[in-house]
């Protein structure tokens, strides 16, 4: 019926231009009104892909062993016995010891070389201090040298933190310059109990592989994991190529 009405309206206003008008607005009745538009769609936005350095920091620490807090301690102990060569000394650039939980290294306060010599022309630029400026990289040509290796058969870099924590890793820079120097074999101690404590062995490393001068040791995405017990460690990645 409606299909009907419609062609008589047509009809009627091809004859006529006055009935025209009219037509248009009876046809305009009887014709359903056209659907009000829709807003434009718009593609669901994905979120921003992650920060290539966020997500690498992530993985790096996130993948560690949640450590027991009875393992912290302010102090920590490195004793150095074997460099790349026999050279009677031993050089790095940097040290760095890392909580589980952060992408930043736990704040060291003090660092010392007990039984250690700096070398006699260096007038106190190469002292243990030197491993805790934040100083490294390409370039930066700091270090600390000890040259008394040769004559006590190892040498020792203590640090003290602002506050007792649990070190779940560490990481070294190699110095500038007499790559045989930079050390291959050591081992890591943390002091338990008061003052006058004892020293516990958590890491010992030996004839490990040596970056370029100027650069991080890298052995693992972690540095070196130190995961007392050993049952928490996880399986260690071969060394990286020089």
């Given at each position: 019926?409606?299909?009907?009405?419609?062609?008589?309206?047509?009809r009627r206003a091809a004859?006529?231009?006055?009935?025209?008008?009219?037509?248009?607005?009876?046809?305009?009745?009887?014709?359903?009104?056209?659907?009000?538009?829709?807003?434009?769609?718009?593609?669901?936005?994905?979120?921003?892909?992650?920060?290539?350095?966020?997500?690498?920091?992530?993985?790096?620490?996130?993948?560690?062993?949640?450590?027991?807090?009875?393992?912290?301690?302010?102090?920590?102990?490195?004793?150095?016995?074997?460099?790349?060569?026999?050279?009677?000394?031993?050089?790095?650039?940097?040290?760095?010891?890392?909580?589980?939980?952060?992408?930043?290294?736990?704040?060291?306060?003090?660092?010392?070389?007990p039984g250690g010599r700096?070398?006699?022309?260096?007038?106190?630029?190469?002292?243990?201090?030197?491993?805790?400026?934040?100083?490294?990289?390409?370039?930066?040509?700091?270090?600390?040298?000890?040259?008394?290796?040769?004559?006590?058969?190892?040498?020792?870099?203590?640090?003290?933190?602002?506050?007792?924590?649990?070190?779940?890793?560490?990481?070294?820079?190699?110095?500038?310059?007499?790559?045989g120097r930079h050390p291959?074999?050591?081992?890591?101690?943390?002091?338990?109990?008061?003052?006058?404590?004892?020293?516990?062995?958590?890491?010992?490393?030996?004839?490990?592989?040596?970056?370029?001068?100027?650069?991080?040791?890298?052995?693992?995405?972690?540095?070196?994991?130190?995961?007392?017990?050993?049952?928490?460690?996880?399986?260690?990645?071969?060394?990286?190529?020089?």
């Amino acid at each position: 019926m409606r299909l009907l009405l419609t062609a008589l309206l047509l009809r009627r206003a091809a004859a006529s231009p006055d009935v025209a008008s009219a037509s248009r607005a009876s046809l305009q009745s009887v014709l359903p009104s056209p659907p009000p538009p829709q807003p434009p769609r718009s593609s669901p936005r994905m979120p921003p892909p992650p920060s290539t350095e966020l997500a690498g920091a992530r993985s790096r620490f996130e993948a560690g062993p949640s450590l027991p807090a009875e393992l912290a301690s302010a102090r920590y102990r490195f004793v150095f016995t074997k460099t790349l060569q026999p050279v009677g000394a031993v050089q790095l650039q940097e040290v760095q010891l890392f909580a589980a939980s952060s992408a930043e290294p736990l704040q060291i306060i003090r660092a010392a070389n007990p039984g250690g010599r700096a070398a006699p022309l260096s007038q106190g630029r190469e002292g243990p201090e030197k491993t805790i400026d934040g100083i490294y990289g390409e370039g930066s040509n700091n270090k600390w040298l000890d040259v008394n290796m040769g004559a006590t058969g190892n040498s020792t870099l203590e640090l003290t933190l602002g506050e007792p924590a649990t070190v779940a890793s560490y990481e070294f820079y190699t110095a500038a310059h007499a790559v045989g120097r930079h050390p291959v074999s050591w081992t890591f101690w943390r002091h338990v109990g008061a003052a006058g404590g004892d020293w516990l062995l958590i890491d010992e490393r030996a004839d490990v592989a040596v970056p370029g001068a100027e650069r991080p040791y890298a052995l693992t995405a972690v540095g070196f994991p130190v995961c007392p017990p050993a049952s928490l460690c996880p399986p260690t990645a071969p060394p990286m190529s020089p």
